[in-house]
């Protein structure tokens, strides 16, 4: 629905501007004619009217056949164009170069029903040995206004993370660049020719020389948490990466996904969640 802040707008200056769309989003649609006010076609330079009815649709660019993938999954959000799942792990958040068959994606394509068309858009995408909360948008252009306010008051994410180890204060953070390792493809390490990185992190509970932590990040690099956690002398209990691979977590590490609030780029409300700590992660932290 046209809001009236926006009456007397060109379509294309409403998608562009308030609507956020990205310029290759709104070119397929206008090419392909997907937008509409009031149901019928019209140009980029229309002008809106307060009231009216706006569909922009914007086509799918076409990539290879997707295999489903039998899972099940938790899913305690979906609206508007938004889903968010409670990944399971050891379970990959992205087919692999070798074409993984066993992902999030299949499942979800799964779980949709096999949708003709689907298309997967993950937000804050999830390593294979994390489990917990991750936001997945079903369209291109929610996925472009989450993935903007990420690092924002407007997406906050929070992790529990089970450490070998103590760390010396209950609560701080740490603010160490991140950098790519010499000649590694997948791992990182703290560099000062890093990109900045900042963790929060919050003491919760010690126990068998462990601890809980409560993280929350203000900066997204690859592998944040495990690579500070590791830096800070406390790595991630079973990470094969950046500490000591634990037999009795077979494929995965003690990190979860606690905790998304954010705010529907759609529809403006605030979604809340929470998963708790996993049983076979908590057990590692009881007195």
Request: overall charge positive; aromatic content about 6%; hydrophobic content about 40%.
């Amino acid at each position: 629905m046209v809001q009236p802040s926006w009456d007397g707008y060109l379509l294309r200056k409403l998608a562009l501007g308030p609507l956020a769309m990205s310029y290759s989003q709104f070119k397929r649609a206008k090419f392909q004619g997907e937008l509409l006010l009031d149901g019928f076609a019209v140009h980029a330079d229309a002008r809106v009217r307060t009231g009216q009815t706006l569909v922009i649709r914007i086509p799918e660019i076409q990539t290879q056949p997707i295999l489903p993938y039998e899972l099940p999954l938790l899913v305690p959000y979906h609206r508007e164009g938004l889903l968010i799942v409670d990944k399971p792990a050891p379970l990959p958040s992205v087919a692999s170069r070798q074409g993984e068959g066993r992902t999030l994606e299949n499942a979800l394509f799964s779980y949709l029903g096999r949708p003709p068309g689907f298309v997967y858009h993950p937000v804050n995408r999830l390593d294979k040995g994390t489990s917990g909360l991750m936001a997945v948008a079903l369209n291109p252009h929610v996925q472009q206004r989450l993935q903007g306010m990420l690092h924002t008051g407007g997406f906050l994410r929070e992790y529990l993370a089970v450490c070998q180890g103590v760390p010396p204060q209950e609560r701080g953070e740490i603010c160490e660049p991140i950098a790519k390792a010499d000649g590694a493809t997948v791992r990182r390490m703290v560099s000062g020719s890093g990109k900045p990185a900042l963790t929060h992190y919050r003491l919760l509970k010690t126990a068998h020389g462990r601890s809980l932590l409560l993280l929350r990040l203000s900066t997204g690099r690859t592998h944040q948490i495990r690579v500070h956690l590791s830096w800070l002398g406390c790595p991630v209990l079973g990470d094969f990466l950046y500490g000591q691979e634990d037999a009795a977590l077979p494929g995965r590490f003690a990190l979860h996904s606690h905790r998304l609030e954010l705010t529907h780029p759609i529809t403006g409300e605030t979604v809340r969640l929470e998963s708790p700590l996993p049983s076979e992660l908590e057990r590692f932290i009881k007195q």
